[in-house]
């Protein structure tokens, strides 16, 4: 069964740090490209953050750049999400997906993306 798995989001307060997980199951995650979305309540998905196939490339949002970072463990079928200096605005629901692209507008997912159930993130004081 094709499967991922989000993990690793919780309650933290502003300028702390939370390190999400999505691992794969049914197929080897090193052979995809790889993306993670968000989405908060009355907010379009927003792409975050993605790492190309090979990890040759990687994009971040403006609005998390210097703070987040993407990385995969090909041995444990998963890819990371490093948080740092989280703020209040990135509280949403966090996703990982494969095979997104990116667009002039930013990360896209693909049409028949594969979606975990998501793992949430809050931010607060």
């Known amino acids: 069964q094709v499967q991922l798995v989000e993990s690793g989001g919780g309650l933290v307060q502003p300028g702390e740090s939370l390190r999400l997980s999505c691992t794969a199951s049914?197929?080897?995650?090193?052979?995809?490209?790889v993306g993670w979305f968000r989405q908060a309540p009355g907010k379009e998905r927003e792409g975050v953050s993605l790492l190309s196939t090979g990890d040759v490339s990687t994009y971040y949002a403006d609005s998390v750049k210097g703070r987040f970072t993407i990385s995969r463990d090909n041995a444990k079928n998963t890819v990371y999400l490093q948080m740092n200096s989280l703020k209040p605005e990135d509280t949403a629901m966090y996703y990982c997906t494969i095979d997104p692209i990116l667009g002039p507008s930013g990360a896209v997912p693909a049409s028949d993306a594969i979606w975990g159930q998501g793992t949430q993130v809050t931010v607060s004081s």
């Open positions: 049914g197929f080897n995650l090193d052979y995809y490209a």
